[in-house]
């Protein structure tokens, strides 16, 4: 059973700083394509970054120059460094992998379970 696990979720103030991990757990072979997503409340989750196994990486608009998503393929663990908050960054912020294979089975858009970042004003 393949699993993303979230960590370093918390509450900053406008202007600080936070670093997110997501590590995937079993058997696995290799990751495609990981990213970071976020849900603010009463909003869609929306994509945040993504970055393919040989490092090519996408931003939004709105995060470009703060944030910086990278990835560990030896230890399957994915980051998010995120510089500048401000309080309109506030949501939970939910790993994906749009392709893990294993030796036995390919999991196709697999999820973490959300870790809350707060930043107040």
């Known amino acids: 059973q393949v699993q993303l696990v979230e960590s370093g979720g918390g509450l900053v103030q406008a202007g600080g700083s936070l670093t997110l991990s997501c590590a995937a757990s079993g058997s696995i072979f290799s990751i495609n394509t990981m990213g970071w997503y976020r849900q603010a409340p009463g909003k869609q989750r929306e994509l945040v970054a993504t970055?393919?196994?040989?490092?090519?990486?996408n931003y939004r608009d709105f995060v470009k120059g703060r944030f910086t998503i990278s990835r560990d393929n030896a230890k399957n663990t994915v980051f998010l460094q995120m510089n500048s908050l401000k309080p309109e960054d506030t949501a939970v912020y939910y790993c994906?992998?749009?392709?893990?294979?294993?030796?036995?089975?390919?999991?196709?858009?697999?999820w973490g379970q959300g870790t809350q970042v707060t930043v107040s004003s």
């Open positions: 994906n992998a749009d392709r893990i294979s294993t030796g036995l089975q390919t999991t196709y858009n697999a």
């Open positions: 970055i393919t196994s040989s490092g090519y990486t």
